[in-house]
C-alpha cells in the first residue's frame, strides 16, 4: 500500500512532464489573409510541423499596419504573414519586421522580395484589383458596362459605385496608389474627387465592395478580382472588368518579428516552399514560386493590365496621402462594425 502512494504521484509526475516535453509551440501570426483562407493555411503547416500551432490575429491591411506599428515597442506578434508589400516595406523602415533569409528564397521570384539587401519580406501572391459588376442590377437600372476608369465618373453612375477606404483597407490604398503613380498626383487627386460624387460609400473591407457588387446592394464594386471570381464561379450576376487605364496590384508577403523563435523562422521557411505556395496557387493564379501556377475559375487575366508600381514609394507616401484621402472623402465611409 506505501509503495502505491508512492508510484502514484511520481506516475502523474511523468505523465506532465511527457505531455510538457510534447507541447506545441504556439506562434502568434500577424495576418490580413482572407478569412476563409485562414483554416487551410494553419492546417496544412501545422500537419507539416506538428510541434508548431498558429494562432491568427486577422484584420484588414490598414488596420493590422496600424496595430503593428502601435506595438513596435513591444511586439506581440511572432510572424507577419499576408500582409501588403507596401506595409511590410514600411514595417521593416520602422524596425517591425527582422532581416532573414528564409531557405529556399532563391526559388522565389524577385519581383515578389524585398529589393534591399538587407531583406526582410518575401512575397507570397500577387493580388490584383478589379471592377465587379453586376449586371442584372446595371440592366434594371439601365447602367451601361464600363470599360475605363474615366467611364467611372459618368452621372448615370451616382450613388451606384463602393469602394475600400484606404485608410482600413490595403486593397483601397493599393488602387488610390496606382491612380496617383499612373496619372501624376495632381489629377489622380482630381479624379478620386470627381468619382466620389458617384460613390455610395467607401468599406473597411477590400472584399467587400464586390460582395455588395455580387449581392446586389450597388451595381459597382472597385475591389479584389479574387473575391470577384469566387463570387461569380459562386453564381452571382458579375462581370470582372479589368478597366483601361490599368489596375493596382500587391504581393502579399511574409516577414519575421520575433528573431529569438525558431519556430518562427521555420514558419517563414514554409511560407515560400513549394508547398506552400501550391496552397496559395488554389486562391490566386500568380504566386511567388517560379515553379508553381494554377488557373482560378472565372479571374481574368491580370498580367496584362498589371501596372509597373513602386512599393517603396507606396510606403514613404503612405501617412501623406491617407490623411489627404479622408480629409477629402472620409465623410462617406461606412461605420466600423
Not at 513596435?72 to 507577419?80: E, I, L
Not at 476608369?149 to 483597407?169: C, E, F, Q, R, T
Not at 468599406?203 to 446592394?217: D, F, L, R, Y
Request: net charge neutral; with cysteine.
Amino acid at each position: 500500500m506505501k509503495n502505491r502512494w508512492i508510484i502514484a504521484p511520481l506516475t502523474a509526475i511523468a505523465a506532465l512532464t511527457a505531455s510538457s516535453a510534447f507541447a506545441a509551440e504556439e506562434l502568434t501570426v500577424y495576418t490580413a489573409f482572407e478569412t476563409d483562407m485562414l483554416a487551410n493555411y494553419k492546417k496544412t503547416f501545422e500537419k507539416a510541423n506538428p510541434d508548431i500551432k498558429i494562432k491568427w490575429v486577422r484584420d484588414s491591411t490598414g488596420i493590422m499596419t496600424a496595430k503593428l506599428l502601435a506595438e513596435k515597442d513591444n511586439p506581440r506578434a511572432d510572424v507577419v504573414w499576408g500582409l501588403a508589400g507596401s506595409s511590410m516595406a514600411l514595417l521593416k523602415e520602422e524596425g517591425v519586421l527582422k532581416p532573414y533569409s528564409p531557405k529556399g528564397l532563391a526559388d522565389v521570384r524577385p519581383s515578389m522580395v524585398d529589393p534591399q539587401d538587407n531583406k526582410a519580406w518575401f512575397g507570397n501572391d500577387a493580388f490584383f484589383n478589379a471592377v465587379c459588376f453586376n449586371e442584372m442590377v446595371a440592366k434594371a437600372q439601365g447602367l451601361p458596362k464600363p470599360e475605363s476608369w474615366d467611364d467611372l465618373l459618368k452621372p448615370v453612375y451616382k450613388g451606384h459605385i463602393a469602394m475600400p477606404n484606404p485608410a482600413s483597407s490595403g486593397t483601397g490604398y493599393m488602387q488610390v496608389s496606382a491612380w496617383i503613380q499612373s496619372m501624376g498626383e495632381q489629377q489622380a487627386w482630381t479624379y478620386m474627387e470627381k468619382l466620389d460624387n458617384n460613390i455610395a460609400h467607401y468599406t473597411h473591407s477590400g472584399s467587400k465592395p464586390c460582395v455588395q457588387a455580387g449581392m446586389g446592394e450597388v451595381a459597382i464594386g472597385i475591389s479584389m478580382a479574387l473575391r470577384g471570381a469566387t463570387l461569380k464561379t459562386q453564381g452571382a450576376p458579375i462581370d470582372i472588368i479589368l478597366p483601361k487605364g490599368g489596375v493596382g496590384w500587391e504581393a502579399e508577403a511574409v516577414g519575421l518579428v520575433n528573431t529569438k523563435s525558431d519556430a518562427a523562422k521555420r514558419l517563414v521557411d514554409w511560407s515560400v516552399s513549394k508547398d506552400a505556395n501550391k496552397l496559395y496557387s488554389e486562391y490566386y493564379p500568380v504566386v511567388a514560386h517560379k515553379d508553381v501556377s494554377a488557373p482560378v475559375k472565372n479571374y481574368p487575366d491580370v498580367e496584362k493590365a498589371m501596372l509597373n508600381l513602386d512599393f517603396g514609394k507606396m510606403a514613404v507616401s503612405r501617412e501623406a496621402v491617407l490623411k489627404t484621402w479622408s480629409e477629402k472623402f472620409d465623410a462617406k465611409s461606412e461605420p466600423r462594425s
